[in-house]
């Protein structure tokens, strides 16, 4: 598994965030397209059945695809980065940290300016703290020259 320093993860925001509004953007089209396929359905049950424009729905039904194919790829894209993607929706990312001699989670969500937090890998988004100088202590340490 990779680890991040502080400063590492900090400069990688940039192309995580753009990354990531495209998996969300991704996302809602294909909830659009979701949404509009199942009050198509709803109306067929309830009228007994209809006439449908099955062209329309075959493309919708590509649409959907290419849209979670999009949201797919970009994770994969963020994952491959080493970085874990925990909630689409919030933009929520982790990066794995070693400090200490343990590994814990550098915690960022979009909209957030920096990494400011941190957490165990079992305590989760509820057990974020603060960081603090073990994690700055570490990233300019890796910056002195050898």
């Not at 320093?5 to 495209?22: C, F, H, I, Y």
């Not at 949404?35 to 067929?44: F, T």
């Not at 963020?78 to 794995?96: E, H, M, R, S, Y």
Request: net charge negative; proline share 3%.
């Amino acid at each position: 598994m990779k680890t991040f320093t502080l400063d590492e993860a900090q400069s990688l925001l940039p192309v995580l965030e753009s990354l990531l509004k495209r998996a969300i953007e991704g996302k809602q089209a294909a909830e659009e397209v979701e949404s509009s396929l199942a009050s198509l359905a709803q109306r067929i049950y309830l009228a007994g059945g209809m006439r449908v424009d099955s062209a329309r729905v075959s493309q919708q039904r590509g649409e959907l695809e290419a849209h979670l194919q999009r949201v797919r790829e970009t994770v994969a894209e963020i994952d491959a980065i080493g970085v874990q993607v925990k909630d689409i929706d919030t933009g929520l990312l982790d990066f794995p940290c070693r400090v200490d001699d343990e590994v814990v989670l550098l915690c960022w969500r979009l909209g957030e300016t920096a990494i400011e937090h941190w957490h165990t890998v079992e305590a989760g988004f509820k057990g974020r703290q603060p960081v603090d100088e073990r994690f700055r202590r570490r990233s300019n340490s890796n910056n002195r020259p050898n």
